[in-house]
C-alpha cells in the first residue's frame, strides 16, 4: 500500500527567552540557549502522546559539546567566550555558540529511517566557521549521556561487537552503528558516517565528564568510578584539532534515531546502508528570537500549513477511492497532526 504523508510539519513552541521546543512525528528536540545543552525524546505512544527521554533525563547537561581552538578548550554554554543562541528552521534548528574567531553552529535535521514514515531521528551537524583574520587550529568533542543499557547487558553494541567496558573504537574500525537500549526504547548512534570522528570513547561518564579534552583509554576498565558513579557509561565522539582558513570550515555529522525494540531490524538495516530521510519543507529565514506562540503568524508558514492539510486530504482520498488499509497507528498520527495544527491557530 502506497504510505500515507504523515506529521509533514515540525511544530515549534517558545517556553522561555532561552528554551524552544520542536516536535516532528516521533521525536521531540528541546533547545536550551540558556545551557547550550539539547534534550531528545521519542514518542513511545502516540494516541496518547507519551515521549520518553533518549538521553539521562535527570540533568540534560550531562551531555554536551566542547570545542578545542589553538590549544584551549571550551565547553559550549558554560564559558562566557561563546555567546549562544537558537536559529534555523522548525525541520532543522539550531544552537548557535559564536566568539570574536569561530562560530559553533550544532544543526539539528529531522529525518526517518527505516522504513518509517514519521520521523524517528535527527542528524546533528556541526560546523566550525573561522570568521577571524588568522588560520586557527580546532577540533571538537560531543559528549552523549544516555543510560538506557545501564540497567542491562550490553551497555552499548555495535554491529561487530558488544561493549561492557571501556573501549575505544578509531576510524579505520569496522564498526558502523552504536546501539544502547533497554526494555521501552532503542538509540542507535552512528559511527560510519561522511565526516567520520576520529575516535568514538565508550567510558565511564565522569571520566568523560571531568577531563577539558581526552582521558587516557583503559581498555576493558569497567564502567564504575568510585565512590559514586556506578555503571555510569556514556560515549564520546572526538574531531581532532586541524587547521582552519579565514573564512573556512569543518564540519561533524552524527545521526541518532530511536525505534520501539521490536522494529531494531529495520533501523539497523537502515543504519548499516546509510539511509537519511529528506528534509521536510519549512518557511525559509526562521529565527527562533523572532517567533511567538500563537501570535503574529507569517503568510509562509500559513500557506505550508494549508498544504500539509491539502496534500493529507488528496492522500485520505486516494486511499479511500482505492480501498487501501489505514492503521491504527497512521490514523492516530493523522489525528495528532490535525490537533496541532488546530492548537497552533487556537481553533477549538
Avoid at 15 to 20: I, K, N
Avoid at 59 to 87: A, C, H, Q, W
Avoid at 136 to 151: C, H, P
Avoid at 305 to 317: A, E, G, I, K, S
Wanted: glycine share 4%.
Amino acid at each position: 500500500m502506497k504510505k500515507i504523508l504523515l506529521l509533514l510539519l515540525a511544530v515549534f513552541i517558545v517556553h522561555s527567552a532561552f528554551t524552544a521546543e520542536f516536535i516532528d512525528g516521533r521525536i521531540k528536540l528541546v533547545l536550551n540557549a540558556k545551557t547550550g545543552r539539547f534534550s531528545l525524546y521519542y514518542m513511545t505512544d502516540i494516541a496518547q502522546e507519551i515521549f520518553e527521554p533518549l538521553f539521562a533525563a535527570e540533568d540534560p547537561r550531562t551531555s554536551f559539546l566542547s570545542v578545542i581552538v589553538n590549544n584551549k578548550t571550551y565547553k559550549m554554554g558554560e564559558t562566557s567566550v561563546f555567546k549562544t543562541s537558537i536559529g534555523g528552521t522548525p525541520a532543522s534548528p539550531s544552537l548557535i555558540f559564536e566568539s570574536s574567531v569561530i562560530v559553533v553552529t550544532q544543526n539539528f535535521t529531522f529525518s526517518k529511517t527505516g522504513s518509517s514514515s514519521i520521523t524517528n531521528g535527527v542528524i546533528i551537524t556541526i560546523t566550525i566557521t573561522n570568521k577571524g583574520e588568522q588560520t586557527v587550529n580546532a577540533g571538537l568533542r560531543f559528549l552523549i549521556d544516555t543510560d538506557l543499557g545501564e540497567k542491562s547487558l550490553p551497555h552499548f553494541s555495535t554491529n561487530s561487537r558488544d561493549i561492557n567496558s571501556e573501549t575505544v573504537i578509531d576510524n579505520v574500525s569496522t564498526d558502523q552503528y552504536w546501539v544502547s537500549k533497554n526494555n521501552k526504547l532503542v538509540l542507535v548512534g552512528s559511527i560510519d558516517s561522511p565526516n567520520r570522528p576520529d575516535t568514538i570513547h565508550f567510558a565511564n561518564w565522569k571520566r568523560l565528564n571531568d577531563a577539558p579534552w581526552k582521558i587516557t583509554p583503559m581498555q576493558g576498565r569497567n564502567f564504575n568510578l568510585l565512590p559514586y558513579s556506578i555503571d555510569d557509561s556514556a560515549i564520546c565522539y572526538y574531531y581532532e584539532s586541524a587547521p582552519i582558513p579565514k573564512g573556512g570550515a569543518r564540519t561533524a555529522t552524527i545521526s541518532l534515531s530511536s525505534i520501539l525494540p521490536a522494529e531494531f531490524d529495520t533501523v539497523i538495516a537502515a543504519h548499516s546502508n546509510g539511509d537519511q530521510a529528506a528534509k521536510v519543507n519549512v518557511p525559509e529565514n526562521f529565527s527562533a528570537e523572532n517567533q511567538k506562540p500563537d501570535v503574529d503568524i507569517d503568510a509562509s508558514a500559513i500557506r505550508n500549513d494549508l498544504y500539509t492539510l491539502r496534500d493529507l486530504v488528496f492522500r485520505l482520498d486516494e486511499s479511500i477511492n482505492s480501498g487501501l488499509y489505514i492503521s491504527d497507528e497512521e490514523l492516530a498520527a493523522i489525528s495528532l497532526l490535525i490537533s496541532r495544527i488546530k492548537l497552533k491557530y487556537s481553533i477549538p
